[in-house]
């Protein structure tokens, strides 16, 4: 079951410049700040910068949240969606990983425990 988005990665290249450019455009330091990845919140939502990616105009991941990631993996896959990034932990209970759609687009997922729902606004 998907529950709706949760965050938007955006690669660059250099991590502090990233940090200091979207801490000025959303007006709020990062909640989330280490080497491998920075974490805004905005409206309830994560804005994440990885250190790791190459930016561009399909640079851009969205990660659709759901409640059992490895069932909906599987769910999708069954569906004809190819693998892509199997689940992997990256801190704090959150899980995330993403398949290929039928047509060769990502299509990321997230379980994220921490997500609000009621700070979404």
């Known amino acids: 079951m998907i529950l709706g988005l949760r965050s938007a990665i955006y690669p660059v290249p250099e991590l502090a410049e990233g940090r200091e450019w979207y801490s000025e ?10 080497p491998f990845y920075v974490g805004f919140g905005v409206g309830g939502f994560e804005l994440g910068l990885i250190p790791d990616g190459r930016p561009g105009s399909l640079g851009v991941q969205a990660y659709w949240g ?3 990631i490895e ?6 896959l069954r569906l004809g969606a190819k693998p892509n990034e199997p689940v992997k932990e990256v801190g704090g209970g959150i899980k995330v990983g993403s398949v290929l ?21």
């Open 101 to 121: 759609d039928p047509f060769g687009n990502v299509f990321s997922l997230i379980e994220n425990p921490q997500f609000d729902p009621r700070a979404v606004n």
């Open 25 to 34: 455009v959303l007006g709020v330091p990062p909640h989330f700040d280490q």
């Open 71 to 76: 069932t909906e993996l599987a769910r999708l």
């Open 66 to 68: 759901v409640p059992d």
